[in-house]
């Protein structure tokens, strides 16, 4: 991207047009403006007086600042629709990565261990090992790309306001406290005697594992964006 143009960037972003769009309109403003620093030279003028005047024929700052944020087609979701992009999608996201470590949980259980109550504390091996580590993987790291995925949205956007911590910490305290039984006795219903909870168990030992649990995930997920905030105090200061 030519130089001329991190500031007008820089605003864009801040002001809430998506990154793709504030991409092509800098792309596009760049092949304009080497379009009339040519036709400047062609007049005579030497490089840094055709380059000068190709950007005063351009436009100022603020009309080409304006021309994007008037327009609300060109705002980002996660600024036009912030609870619900920070709200609902860490849920829906969640909800979507839940949904297939369960299914890998409820087809092992069904195929490779047929004759047991529960798949857990079940010591596998081979292929069911495999099969089952997948699932876990896919729970237990969910909620952190989940977490990194608002922090980089966040960073990408420039965004000064409160939606992005209340979507970690709405992702941290979901996670940290779902809990997923599986039991063909201690559970006679739900999906294949599979079910999901929230906050179970009111001993002091689950309600510690809980909060703990949230914490980890919080403390992994909220660390990146309270250094992009310290790095982007620091820039705003030098």
Same mark, same amino acid.
Request: charged share 20%.
């Given at each position: 991207m030519a130089k001329p143009f991190d500031e007008l960037q820089e605003r864009l972003l801040q002001a809430g047009v998506a990154p793709r769009h504030v991409k092509r309109y800098i792309a596009e403003l760049?092949?304009?403006?080497?379009?009339?620093? #040519?036709?400047?030279?062609? #007049? &005579?003028?030497?490089?840094?007086? #055709?380059? *000068?005047? /190709?950007l005063a024929r351009l436009g100022s700052m603020e009309d080409l600042v304006n021309a994007m944020t008037g327009q609300r087609q060109f705002k980002a979701w996660c600024v036009r629709a912030p609870?619900?992009?920070f709200g609902l999608g860490p849920l829906l996201y969640l909800a979507g990565a839940w949904m297939a470590a369960i299914f890998i949980l409820w087809s092992g259980w069904?195929?490779?261990?047929? $004759?047991?109550?529960? !798949?857990? &504390?079940?010591?596998? =091996? &081979?292929?069911? *090992?495999?099969? =089952?580590?997948l699932g876990r993987a896919i729970y237990f790291t969910a909620p952190l790309f989940v977490g990194w995925g +608002?922090?980089? +949205? #966040?960073a990408r956007q420039r965004l000064r306001a409160l939606w992005p911590p209340v979507g970690l910490l709405l992702n941290a305290w979901v996670s940290g406290t779902a809990h +997923?039984? /599986? *039991?063909?006795?201690?559970?006679?219903? $739900?999906?294949?005697h599979?079910?999901? *909870? =929230?906050?179970?168990?009111?001993? !002091?030992?689950?309600v510690t594992g809980s909060l703990v649990h949230v914490l980890v995930i919080l403390t992994l997920t909220a660390l990146p964006y309270f250094l992009w905030k310290v790095q982007q105090a620091h820039a705003v200061s030098d």
């Open positions: 760049a092949d304009h403006l080497a379009d009339l620093t #040519a036709e400047e030279k062609r #007049a &005579g003028r030497s490089r840094e007086e #055709a380059e *000068s005047s /190709a609870w619900a992009f069904r195929i490779l261990l047929p $004759g047991v109550d529960t !798949p857990f &504390g079940v010591r596998e =091996f &081979g292929l069911a *090992s495999l099969y =089952f580590q +608002i922090v980089l +949205i #966040a +997923i039984h /599986a *039991s063909r006795t201690g559970v006679p219903g $739900g999906l294949g599979i079910s999901l *909870s =929230f906050a179970s168990g009111t001993s !002091p030992r689950d």
